[in-house]
């Protein structure tokens, strides 16, 4: 094995997190910084954090707003409102088709 080809070891290697937490490790580095760590991190900490910086939250909670006050119809009223449209254009034309004319047969 090759001697004096290994970077040297830290034993005491301070860590500093953004959150203001430091705590000690064993490292090659010198020091080390960080942006998230256990006690900031979502999924130890149980909130939720959202970096927004386009605003894309803000237009996604929007979008979901103007979706929810749309009011859809289920196939039935669809076809229920068509059959009322064509129940008036054929009292305004006085056609009746053949499926009409069946139907006040067997009435």
């Given at each position: ?23 000690i490790t064993g ?19 149980g909130e939720q ?7 894309l939250v803000s ?49």
């Amino acid at each position: 094995m090759k001697k004096n080809i290994h970077p040297k070891y830290n034993h005491n290697v301070k860590v500093t997190c953004s959150c203001g937490n430091q705590f000690i490790t064993g490292s090659i580095l010198d020091e080390i910084t960080t942006e998230l760590c256990s006690n900031c991190h979502p999924f130890y900490t149980g909130e939720q954090k959202i970096v927004d910086t386009a605003n894309l939250v803000s237009k996604y909670e929007e979008r979901q707003k103007k979706s929810q006050a749309m009011s859809f119809k289920s196939k039935k009223e669809k076809m229920e409102a068509r059959k009322m449209k064509a129940k008036k254009d054929e009292s305004k034309t006085g056609t009746l088709t053949l499926k009409d004319m069946l139907a006040s047969i067997s009435k």
